[in-house]
Structures are given as structure tokens and as C-alpha cells.
């Protein structure tokens, strides 16, 4: 079958694309921007001709590229975690998409959306944007296959990501009423399995499915079984008063998640997402995973650094603008700027695989402990702070979110990296890495934005002083 594929550089995306280029599919993707895409991941396919690419913004009809026939297409464009208005917006592409979609002939597009048991009246704007997306597809000349997801739990989803920062970093857990509500979790495995097997089924064809792995949990057990089966003594006390406001500021003090989608999560939370009827496991039969399970698969891809794709890798997690991602030269008029160089004696990769493993759980090679602070002072003033981490130890592409930066060029051949700041600043900065000829150049840069900027600079100025060169001079040595 030749498929679309939208929302290819999402959560979901990465992880049913190679699923279908295995399974011997002719996948068409869709992206806003190419430069985004681990295009390398999928060379091999491209140069088979079972891969190709398109260029093109649902938000921007004029945009949109000519598709030709398709035999399917998936639909997951959402814009949970981009602050007011997603749900006009997501309305909007899913108009923009039906139109575009129908003039190809598609015969069938596949949706997945959030499982409720719960009245229009009573569910969350996230979950409503959700239920509206489906009623607008569904009005489309295609038949529309929707799959309606509980918690989904596997390495880098946002659901997963929250319960395992809560219990890793917290012995005593606050369990606020909302973690009574009942849930049946699906391990992403499970979640792959039935996107492709709804794929070109006539069974499934203008139906919703409501997929959920084979237990049910109340979110207070999600947290004391993973605490079990990474063997951490954890306790969980019960809060009866913590309104919606404040547990979405609790989440987002207490994990990587941005507020955005904190409140998206928490306002949904007091719904009960249980399956009402499983015949989709009759139709597409799989051995569904348990919570535990899936827990243990999720961990060991993370400590096996086999994590094709994390929720905060999407530009939606962060503050940072698309269109930096199509400049590779930072700006040099009206800035300020700290330059040092250092001539390295050591063999070149070296000095490449240190630049390239910077931040996460390994630190920064100077004053870590003050990278450390400003991501605190940042999630105080409602930034992202430094808890995303990073995708993997020593890759880096670009769109990667690393601690509270984000990757706009990387080239470990040429020996350059750009890095663009998301935390809250009053202006913009960016750290670029340039390795050539036996020396390493590293350029802190920031321009600044009014007065306030100016001040800034210099308040930070003495700070610069010992952290940057001692920075330099660390990663020359292969740090």
C-alpha cells in the first residue's frame, strides 16, 4: 500500500514509520520542515523508493504540495501543548487536511484520539478539540478508521515521561483526588500494532475503536507500580483539596512538562479513560502488554538509548519559533557576543563526541551546578527549565531539544553545532560550536531585547567570565 503519513516528526509518527516501511508500505510523509526530519534514519528506504517526502503547513492550504494517489493516510496532527487556541487550530487542519486529502482519492484515513467515557459537557477543551477533529474528518468523501487511546506508556511519551520524573525524583508523592480516576493504559507496542492493522481493513472502516491494554488503574496505582517494579520505596499521601490550577502548577514544577500541556493533562485527568467494548481485539489480535510490562520494555529501550522519538522533541513543547530552524548563522549585528578558542592536541572525534554529549544526565562541562540553577530560576518565571533532558547521550538532530536549548544545526562531519535558547530571557541567545584545524570555537551570542536585555548581559557578564572559558578549555581535552 502507498500511505500518507502526517505528523511524522511527532511522538507517534517516528515510531509507525519504519513499523510500515518493514512491513513493506510505500510511505509518502508530510513535514512542515525537511531540515527537522532524521531524513539519515531512513536513507536506505529512500534510495529503494519505498520513502518519500513532502513539504507542507495544514495551517497554510497554498502550501500544500500536490499529493497523488494514496491508499490510506494517517492523521495525527495536534497542537495539545501550544498554548490558546489549539483548538481552533486543530479544527482548521483537520478541514484544510479533508479538502486536500480528498483530492487525491484517499479511500481511508486512520485518527487516534483520547479515550472518555464521560458527557461532551463534562470533558476538558483538549478532549472536546479532540472529539471535534473526528466529527470533522468524519464528514470527509473517505472512510475514517479512529482509535481512541488511553494512557499510552512507553519510552519518551508525555504520559510515561510525568509518572517516571514523579516517582524517581519524589519520596513522597502527592496524590491529589484526580489520581482516583480509573484508567486502562496501552503500552505503545500495542498502540503501533493496531494502527497498522486498521490500515486498508474493511472491518475497520467507518468505525472507533477503543483500544486499552488488558488492566484497569486508578493513576495513583500508575505511580506506586512503577515505584514497585523499579524497586523504589515511595509513599503516596493523599491530598482531598488541589484544584485543577494548582496540580497543573504541581506537574509542572515537579517534571519536564511544559505548563501548556500540564493543564491540557490535568483538565482531562478527572475523566475515566476505560475501554466500553473491545472488539478490535478480535478483529486485529495481539498479545497486549500489562502495565508492568510495558514499564519494564519502556526502561530498557531507555537504558539501551533506543528512543526513536520523546514528546518534547515536538517545537510545541518549547518557546522556540520554526523558522530558526531555517537559518544556520546566528546573528552578528546589534548582539553581544563571547567567543573563546582553544587549540586541542587531542585526535578531533574526540573533541566531537565531548561537544556532542554535552547536557542531560552527563551535565555541562563547567559550573554544572549553575546550568542547574538557571534551569530553577527559569521554571520560577514560567519557563521550561532544564528537566527535558536530552533524546540520546551522543546524538543530536536537529529539532532535538536539549535541557533548556534547542538544536538548529548539527553537523559532526563539519564540526559545527548550533544550539537556540528556549528558557525565558529578555531576548534571544544561542551557543554555537565550530571544531576545524586542531581548534575549537565556541560563541555564546544573545541579542538582547530592549533595556532590559542590556541589563541582563551585564548582570550575567561576571558569570561568563569563568563559566565559558573554562567550558572551551574542558572540551578541547575530550571532556
Not at 557578564?461 to 563559566?467: A, E, G, N
Request: hydrophobic share 40%; aromatic share 10%.
Amino acid at each position: 500500500m502507498r500511505v500518507l503519513l502526517t505528523g511524522a516528526n511527532g511522538y507517534i509518527g517516528l515510531r509507525l514509520l519504519p513499523e510500515l516501511l518493514e512491513q513493506g508500505h510505500e510511505v509518502v510523509v508530510l513535514v512542515r520542515n525537511l531540515d527537522r526530519f532524521p531524513r539519515a534514519d531512513f536513507c536506505r528506504w529512500e534510495s529503494e523508493g519505498r520513502v518519500s517526502y513532502l513539504v507542507g503547513d495544514m495551517l497554510k492550504p497554498d502550501s500544500l504540495p500536490t499529493l497523488g494517489a494514496v491508499d490510506g493516510a494517517y492523521y495525527f496532527l495536534h497542537s495539545m501543548g501550544s498554548g490558546d487556541g489549539f483548538a481552533e487550530r486543530e479544527a482548521s487542519c483537520a478541514r484544510n487536511f479533508s479538502s486536500w486529502i480528498s483530492e487525491a482519492g484517499c479511500p481511508q484515513v486512520v485518527y487516534l484520539g483520547g479515550l472518555n467515557t464521560e458527557s461532551e459537557l463534562q470533558l476538558s477543551e483538549h478532549m472536546q478539540s479532540r472529539n471535534q477533529v473526528a466529527e470533522i474528518l468524519a464528514q470527509g468523501p473517505f472512510h475514517l478508521t479512529v482509535l481512541r487511546a488511553s494512557i499510552i506508556v512507553g519510552s519518551g511519551s508525555a504520559s510515561f515521561e510525568i509518572i517516571r520524573d514523579l516517582v524517581e525524583k519524589l519520596p513522597v508523592m502527592v496524590t491529589p483526588q484526580w489520581t482516583r480516576t480509573r484508567c486502562q493504559p496501552i503500552a505503545i507496542r500495542n498502540v503501533i500494532g493496531y494502527l497498522i492493522g486498521v490500515m486498508g481493513n474493511e472491518q475497520c472502516c467507518d468505525r472507533s475503536f477503543d483500544i486499552g491494554g488488558p488492566e484497569v488503574h486508578t493513576y495513583r496505582e500508575l505511580l506506586i507500580h512503577y515505584a514497585e517494579t523499579r524497586g523504589l520505596r515511595r509513599m503516596a499521601l493523599p491530598v482531598p483539596l488541589l484544584s485543577p490550577k494548582l496540580s497543573s502548577y504541581w506537574l509542572y514544577f515537579m517534571t519536564a512538562t511544559t505548563y501548556q500541556l500540564a493543564k491540557s493533562l490535568v483538565t482531562s485527568l478527572h475523566v475515566e479513560s476505560v475501554c466500553e467494548e473491545d472488539s478490535i481485539r478480535e478483529i486485529i489480535p495481539q498479545k497486549l502488554l500489562n502495565y508492568e510490562e510495558s514499564i519494564k520494555m519502556a526502561l530498557s529501550n531507555i537504558a539501551q538509548n533506543r528512543v526513536p522519538s520523546a514528546w518534547y522533541d515536538s517545537l510545541a513543547s518549547g518557546h522556540f519559533s520554526e523558522n530558526n530552524l531555517l537559518s544556520v548563522h546566528v546573528p552578528e549585528h546589534g548582539v553581544f557576543t563571547d567567543s573563546q578558542e582553544c587549540v586541542f592536541q587531542v585526535p578531533t572525534s574526540k573533541v566531537v563526541a565531548s561537544v556532542w554529549s554535552i547536557g542531560g544526565t552527563k551535565g555541562w562541562p563547567s559550573l554544572n551546578w549553575a546550568w542547574k540553577v538557571r534551569g530553577r530560576l527559569d521554571k520560577l518565571v514560567g519557563g521550561i527549565g532544564m528537566r527535558r533532558g536530552r533524546r540520546h547521550p551522543s546524538e543530536l538532530r536537529v529539532g532535538d531539544a536539549l535541557d533548556f536549548w534547542r538544536v538548529v544545526l548539527t553537523d559532526q562531519d563539519a564540526g559545527r553545532l548550533i544550539l537556540s535558547a528556549e528558557m525565558k530571557l529578555p531576548g534571544e541567545a544561542w551557543l554555537e560550536f565550530n571544531i576545524q584545524d586542531g581548534m575549537l570555537t565556541q560563541t555564546a551570542t544573545f541579542r538582547p531585547k530592549g533595556l532590559t536585555g542590556r541589563a541582563y548581559w551585564w548582570l550575567v557578564y561576571p558569570f561568563h567570565l569563568i563559566l565559558f572559558p573554562r567550558m572551551a578549555r574542558t572540551l578541547s581535552t575530550g571532556w
